[in-house]
């Protein structure tokens, strides 16, 4: 019913730069919050930044100042643009948004298949 899918990874140097996607479709009705987190090797999944509905926006302080998240919610869309990119920041990226289906009652989250962002030189 509901197909969340992430694009623009890839490998890049070291401050360098990278812009995510996440797109959801399906039978949407509304979609709450939408975010990116990411999961190092032997690491657990982090939050990396979030956005509501209507623009409000918070970020893991490792990433602040760098990340820029934002949203088209005409296009029920998500970008996560990353610079000054560095070493540690290498890990999947995965899309997470929290979506009211058009036949359901409740909201629930949503989650995409990942994008895989290294940084090395």
């Known amino acids: 019913q509901v197909q969340v899918v992430e694009s623009g990874g890839g490998l890049v140097q070291p401050g360098g730069s990278l812009r995510l996607s996440c797109a959801a479709s399906?039978?949407?009705?509304?979609?709450?919050?939408m975010g990116w987190y990411r999961q190092a090797p032997g690491k657990q999944r982090e939050l990396v930044a979030a956005i509501t509905s209507g623009g409000s926006t918070n970020y893991a302080d490792s990433v602040k100042g760098r990340f820029t998240i934002s949203r088209d919610n005409a296009k029920n869309t998500v970008y996560l643009q990353m610079n000054s990119l560095k070493p540690e920041d290498t890990a999947v990226y995965y899309c997470?948004?929290?979506?009211?289906?058009?036949?359901?009652?409740?909201?629930?989250?949503?989650w995409g298949q990942g994008t895989q962002v290294t940084v090395s030189s």
């Open positions: 399906g039978i949407i009705f509304r979609i709450n919050a």
């Open positions: 997470k948004a929290e979506i009211l289906v058009a036949t359901d009652r409740y909201v629930y989250p949503y």
